[in-house]
């Protein structure tokens, strides 16, 4: 077995024993079959809980199943995002602090390898179990809402898939450059907060990672900015490399500062 499929399966190992193979899909599934329904049965819960005066009739918005999408993709924007960090942020800083890389370190293995290993299957873990939260949403989007085509769905993960890829990159590519505090730190920065500073100045620019979630929904019927589109998915892709590479060279430099 080579080096590489060791340090693979090191890693499935290691995300089966600490449960993250498990809790992660659940939770992004579980917001997947929450959205469709709550916003069906939505007017019926107000009617009966929301204390609203006598012959009070409000007008609620005909919610179609691409609304859900977008509106489930949102919830995974805030929520699913934090989720990523807080899972993985000590993915290779956790490991320096706790002296279990020594145990690879000494061991015939580059660090291409080993950051590699674990983008791969991080990535893996996040790309299935947010797959698998869309993909309940469909199935309750259809019996609630109304039927939406395959080659839009698809269409939509695969952009947004772009994004988590680069989101789990971040958190990675700081994990090797710092302890895992500021490895947090920074991943909101830059995957939060700089996400609430595109939607609010974005206008200004059309080409950048922030807005392949806007790009995404727009699977859903508009077709206007494919050159920007495309331009924000090869800037992406571009950044990612990039990113990979940095992981790789912080994860050798700050090899020396493993506790032992």
């Given at each position: 077995?080579?080096?590489?499929?060791?340090?693979?399966?090191?890693?499935?190992?290691?995300?089966?024993?600490?449960?993250?193979?498990?809790?992660?899909?659940?939770?992004?599934?579980?917001?997947?079959?929450?959205?469709?329904?709550?916003?069906?049965?939505?007017?019926?819960?107000?009617?009966?809980?929301?204390?609203?005066?006598?012959?009070?009739?409000?007008?609620?918005?005909?919610?179609?199943?691409?609304?859900?999408?977008?509106?489930?993709?949102?919830?995974?924007?805030?929520?699913?995002?934090?989720?990523?960090?807080?899972?993985?942020?000590?993915?290779?800083?956790?490991?320096?602090?706790?002296?279990?890389?020594?145990?690879?370190?000494?061991?015939?293995?580059?660090?291409?390898?080993?950051?590699?290993?674990?983008?791969?299957?991080?990535?893996?873990?996040?790309?299935?179990?947010?797959?698998?939260?869309?993909?309940?949403?469909?199935?309750?989007?259809?019996?609630?809402?109304?039927?939406?085509?395959?080659?839009?769905?698809?269409?939509?993960?695969?952009?947004?898939?772009?994004?988590?890829?680069?989101?789990?990159?971040?958190?990675?590519?700081?994990?090797?450059?710092?302890?895992?505090?500021?490895a947090a730190g920074l991943s909101i920065l830059v995957l939060l907060v700089f996400q609430v500073i595109d939607s609010?100045?974005?206008?200004?620019?059309?080409?950048?990672p922030w807005k392949l979630s806007t790009y995404a929904s727009n699977a859903f019927g508009a077709s206007d900015g494919?050159?920007?589109?495309?331009?924000?998915?090869?800037?992406?892709?571009?950044?990612?490399?990039?990113?990979?590479?940095?992981?790789?060279?912080?994860?050798?430099?700050?090899?020396?500062?493993?506790?032992?």
């Amino acid at each position: 077995m080579s080096s590489f499929n060791a340090l693979l399966h090191k890693e499935l190992r290691e995300n089966i024993r600490n449960f993250k193979m498990y809790w992660i899909p659940i939770v992004f599934v579980i917001f997947g079959i929450l959205e469709p329904i709550s916003n069906h049965f939505l007017p019926e819960i107000m009617k009966s809980v929301g204390n609203l005066p006598e012959g009070t009739d409000f007008v609620w918005p005909e919610f179609r199943g691409e609304d859900i999408f977008v509106s489930l993709m949102g919830q995974y924007q805030l929520i699913g995002i934090l989720v990523i960090i807080l899972a993985f942020m000590g993915s290779i800083s956790g490991e320096r602090k706790t002296g279990t890389a020594t145990l690879l370190y000494v061991r015939p293995m580059s660090f291409s390898q080993y950051f590699l290993s674990k983008w791969i299957v991080v990535n893996a873990i996040v790309l299935a179990s947010v797959w698998l939260g869309f993909f309940a949403a469909w199935y309750y989007i259809r019996i609630l809402f109304n039927s939406v085509a395959a080659g839009e769905v698809f269409a939509f993960l695969g952009t947004y898939s772009l994004w988590l890829v680069f989101a789990v990159t971040v958190v990675l590519a700081f994990s090797a450059c710092m302890s895992t505090g500021g490895a947090a730190g920074l991943s909101i920065l830059v995957l939060l907060v700089f996400q609430v500073i595109d939607s609010i100045l974005g206008t200004y620019w059309t080409v950048s990672p922030w807005k392949l979630s806007t790009y995404a929904s727009n699977a859903f019927g508009a077709s206007d900015g494919q050159s920007a589109y495309w331009m924000s998915v090869g800037l992406t892709g571009i950044l990612i490399i990039v990113l990979v590479f940095f992981g790789m060279y912080m994860a050798k430099r700050n090899a020396a500062k493993t506790l032992v």
